[in-house]
């Protein structure tokens, strides 16, 4: 039609005669696909929507990733383009880009996936869309900081938008969630307690660094590698236990320099067994190289998809470690990591190290037998550390300014 029509019966049916008469002639022509849909804009405060799929790479008419984004940048503040990409020869960097720019989100449906099953589940989504521009702010005392998401998406009928972030300050602070719902702006206020600590739900502290962890991934794939984001990105996985095959090998090239300069005793790394598996840890290494450099191909749909599980995790259960860093001895490697309330801890054959233990190399260390009677008192004196023991009879674990090093 060259314009938007209402969507009748009979105009519904000319669409699909339409449609059936399409001839693939081989060609991607992405930008112009994308200016003429986006020329259909009308003005008004209603949502427009821009779904775009695409099986390929630019062949056509403008080729130039940035170009492609900066254009699509040009839009209002009410258009969305959201990106499927089908198959693996598709450039994932710059469909990431686009639902960047415009604040939505894009999939990806790799070969065996059924393609009708995600389109329709998208559409059942998107089709009753609630409230727009959302924001989350919070009162005078409290200010919050790596807020993931950073940018909030739309809010749909059915919804729910769960925000992780860190916080300063304490005490009662307003939280206001605000948007624009059919052209006006909605406020919603509410009061919120911010302790200065709380041990009871040490679990969130995990599914914000996991998603913190996709984002900064996220950014080493579409915006190149720094020392930065690297150390970051390690820390945060180290100290939280997400072991992915991506992590762990940023874990082990970051383990075997502070060994190396004498940073840190062998003792204390968490993934020592990894370390000795030079076939696994070659394919980690090759994995995050492909990671950071490929924009198109399996391993490129991939790796943006298990960052995305990242940065969307929304339950404890779901932030169990990944999958994929192979055997050995029967065991896997990403099953070597468990998480009990604030602490993480590594098994390294018979033992398990206390992830803090690294930040504390020349703490007071203090050797306990299993079982005896300095070690009921250690229980006695901090009774916390009751579930942190119970992980193993052979444990390193700091508590306050000392090590313990427990053993059979």
Request: aromatic fraction near 8%.
């Amino acid at each position: 039609f060259n314009a938007l029509k209402p969507a009748t019966p009979e105009n519904r049916k000319a669409a699909q005669g339409f449609l059936d008469g399409l001839k693939a002639m081989g060609g991607t022509a992405i930008d112009e696909a994308l200016q003429k849909a986006l020329a259909l804009r009308q003005g008004g405060e209603r949502p427009f929507v821009v779904i775009f799929l695409t099986d390929g790479q630019p062949t056509i008419g403008e080729r130039d990733d940035d170009a492609i984004v900066a254009k699509a940048r040009k839009t209002d503040a009410a258009t969305r383009v959201f990106c499927f990409g089908i198959g693996t020869d598709v450039n994932t960097h710059l469909l990431d880009r686009i639902t960047e720019a415009t604040r939505s989100s894009s999939q990806y449906v790799l070969p065996e996936e059924d393609l009708e099953v995600k389109l329709s589940s998208f559409w059942g989504r998107i089709q009753a869309p609630v409230m727009t521009d959302v924001k989350v702010t919070f009162g005078e005392g409290v200010k919050a900081s790596k807020i993931h998401p950073g940018v909030l998406g739309d809010l749909f009928r059915g919804d729910q938008l769960m925000v992780f972030g860190r916080y300063s300050g304490s005490g009662p602070a307003a939280v206001t969630v605000e948007g624009r719902f059919q052209g006006e702006v909605r406020r919603f206020v509410m009061e919120g307690i911010f302790p200065d600590e709380s041990r009871e739900r040490a679990w969130v502290g995990r599914l914000w660094a996991s998603r913190r962890v996709g984002w900064l991934l996220d950014e080493i794939r579409l915006r190149g590698e720094s020392a930065e984001l690297k150390d970051e990105v390690t820390a945060l996985a180290r100290e939280f236990g997400i072991v992915t095959p991506y992590t762990a090998y940023l874990i082990l090239e970051d383990e075997r320099k502070q060994v190396a300069f004498g940073q840190m005793r062998p003792g204390a790394a968490a993934l020592r067994e990894m370390a000795a598996d030079a076939e696994v840890q070659d394919r980690s290494r090759d994995g995050y190289e492909a990671f950071k450099e490929e924009k198109s191909g399996r391993n490129a749909v991939e790796g943006r998809n298990d960052t995305d599980k990242l940065k969307q995790l929304d339950s404890y259960a779901s932030a169990a470690p990944a999958a994929g860093l192979g055997k050995r001895g029967g065991g896997n490697y990403a099953q070597q990591c468990r998480n009990l309330g604030s602490k993480t801890f590594y098994q390294n054959g018979k033992d398990w190290v206390d992830a803090d233990v690294q930040k504390c190399p020349s703490a007071r260390r203090v050797q306990v037998k299993f079982a005896s009677e300095e070690y009921f008192e250690l229980c006695r004196k901090v009774p916390e550390a009751a579930p942190w023991l119970s992980v193993g009879q052979n444990l390193q674990i700091a508590l306050g300014d000392s090590v313990y090093e427990i053993t059979e």
